[in-house]
């Protein structure tokens, strides 16, 4: 699917997603999907199954509203990210109490954080999806750690309740992608542009 000249257009409104991109070095810009774009857990998913859904859903909603205005050089790139820990999959909190929940199951695990990743390109082309799959593993927080980091409010916005990039003190990768964690998997999007994926 090519090279670095391609303009990428970024179904998200993740400042993490933003701020990868652009570390990396990719031309892009944003077009933000519908908020019904995403219709949350179907029975019987995996994580990953999950994730490629969303992530498909959110780019076939913004190559919806771009329609004919989607050129022949441009690429929609649309990331879904949640945790799964035990079994049970982790979104992005509804509040604090929300997110106590989640980081008291986190605390002490190990767990895994799946973004579906898919790549949308003009008509006539078709649409690629793949997931990508990081281990991590949380020490042990103490109360006063997982009160002054809700406190914070990083954990807002965020699947699993917590950024990577927030407390990397607490949080080791076990295997896989540091992008992935911070909500884009550079790795996999690289392959999946070189057609290696």
């Not at 997982?146 to 409010?153: A, F, N, P, T, V």
């Amino acid at each position: 699917m090519g090279e670095r000249n391609l303009q990428l257009i970024l179904a998200s409104s993740s400042p993490q997603r933003r701020m990868l991109l652009e570390q990396a070095g990719y031309r892009f810009r944003i077009v933000e999907p519908h908020p019904g774009a995403e219709c949350g857990v179907c029975s019987r998913e995996s994580p990953g199954e999950m994730v490629a859904r969303l992530a498909r859903q959110k780019a076939a909603n913004v190559a919806e509203q771009l329609g004919t205005q989607l050129k022949e050089d441009e690429l929609i790139v649309a990331c879904d990210t949640v945790a799964e820990c035990a079994g049970s999959i982790l979104g992005k909190p509804t509040d604090r109490e929300h997110a106590r929940k989640m980081l008291r199951l986190l605390s002490g695990r190990e767990h895994r954080v799946y973004s579906g990743l898919c790549l949308w390109p003009p008509l006539g082309r078709t649409p690629q999806t793949r997931v990508a799959r990081t281990t991590l593993r949380m020490d042990d927080l103490a109360h006063e750690q997982l009160d002054e980091y809700l406190d914070s409010g990083l954990w807002e916005g965020k699947a699993g309740a917590f950024g990577f990039q927030d407390r990397a003190g607490w949080l080791q990768i076990v295997d896989g992608s540091e992008s992935n964690v911070i909500g884009l998997p550079l790795e996999l999007l690289a392959q999946m542009l070189a057609g290696e994926a």
